[in-house]
């Protein structure tokens, strides 16, 4: 009986495993192939989806895929956050981090600020807000596949907010090298913080860097908005929980909420990566060959772990209902991504020039 029940779900998950090898050959041709980056700069996980979305609309997804495309957005997707983890060493940003982290978290609060304020506005949904504010403060997509589960957001509304974050954080990869370099004159450290706080996916950041580095010769602009990206992924672990409180706060009563219940216990996992990726450092400090090749497989175990729920994710998404929601929340992922601009050059302006 408990084997049946495992091998329902597997027709699902190949097909989002699929999904995914289609998505990454996509994803090679177009970065790699036509626009000549060693490393594509374009979300593999939203070509997925957008695929998905693609093949969904225009074919009915049989019942006998659907438990496995399920069990794929809820539990793989979770699996792949949780190994993301493994990428970040928060002990080696410390001394940077007295710089990054102020910037950082006035840019989180600003843009939290503004959009609350347009949610009141413009009568935008709680969850879809929710997921563009985190999209565009935090991490990008993964902030927002993250935080979807915690606050009950439904497909169509992941859908949305992924294609609103991705279109903003694309023309700011391509527009704020060159904004950059104009407006701090060519200084690395200022140039770097801005593309770490201001871009939204991590991805894009390393592009924009590569592309000022290109443009501009500074091999040092690409590595302080790297880390200073790295630094804001870290914010994971507080604004899931937070979101997760403030979301579901007044929507149980009093005798049964809990914030036990909501607490997202695969952040747990997250967190528990990151210490596993720091340990492991200083265990392997001498030879580290073998940990190294660990940490490699765990991170393209991530990327395929997150790629394969988007791509469930797009299979599941009807574009009609994505019609319905309008185009208001696009106007606020557009409101949020100047926002965090600004806010990042009005900080760096104020703090950093006359404080270090």
């Known amino acids: 009986m408990i084997l049946k029940k495992y091998l329902v779900i597997i027709p699902g998950i190949i097909l989002a495993f699929v999904l995914y090898t ?55 997707l979770k699996l792949g956050i949780i190994c993301l983890g493994i990428q970040l060493k928060p002990f080696e940003f410390l001394d940077f981090g007295k710089l990054a982290i102020p910037l950082i978290l006035i840019c989180i609060i600003s843009v939290l600020i503004i959009i609350k304020l347009l949610i009141i506005k413009f009568k935008i949904p709680t969850r879809m807000a929710y997921l563009i504010s985190i999209g565009s403060t935090v991490c990008g997509t993964t902030a927002i596949m993250a935080t979807a589960p915690v606050i009950k957001a439904n497909k169509n509304e992941i ?38 706080t201001s871009i939204h996916e991590t991805s894009q950041v390393a592009a924009a860097g590569l592309i000022y580095d290109q443009q501009f010769n500074s091999p040092e602009t690409l590595n302080i908005a790297t880390i200073t990206k790295l630094i804001r992924n870290t914010f994971l672990i507080i604004m899931i929980p937070l979101f997760a409180f403030l979301y579901n706060r007044g929507r149980s009563s009093s005798k049964s909420y809990s914030i036990l219940k909501i607490f997202p216990y695969f952040v747990l996992g997250f967190v528990g990566m990151i210490i596993l990726r720091n340990t492991g450092d200083q265990l392997f400090a001498t030879d580290n060959s073998k940990w190294l090749e660990i940490i490699e497989i765990i991170k393209f175990s991530s990327k395929i772990f997150l790629t394969m729920a988007m791509a469930a994710i797009g299979l599941s998404t009807d574009l009609k209902d994505v019609k319905k929601m309008g185009f208001k929340p696009f106007f606020v992922g557009f409101i949020a991504m100047l ?15 006359f404080f270090i």
């Open 159 to 196: 859908s949305y907010a992924i294609a609103n974050i991705t279109l903003f954080g694309i023309m700011s990869m391509l527009l704020y090298p060159y904004f950059a370099n104009y407006y701090f004159d060519n200084d690395p450290l200022f140039v770097g913080l801005f593309l770490g």
């Open 339 to 353: 926002t965090v601009g600004v806010i990042s050059i009005f900080t760096i302006e104020i703090y950093l020039k």
């Open 22 to 76: 289609l998505s990454q050959g996509f994803n090679n041709i177009i970065g790699i192939e036509l626009l000549g980056y060693t490393k594509s700069p374009i979300s593999t996980a939203m070509i997925a989806i957008l695929i998905g979305i693609f093949f969904g609309n225009i074919f009915k997804v049989r019942d006998s895929f659907q438990k496995g495309l399920d069990f794929t957005r809820e539990y793989i």
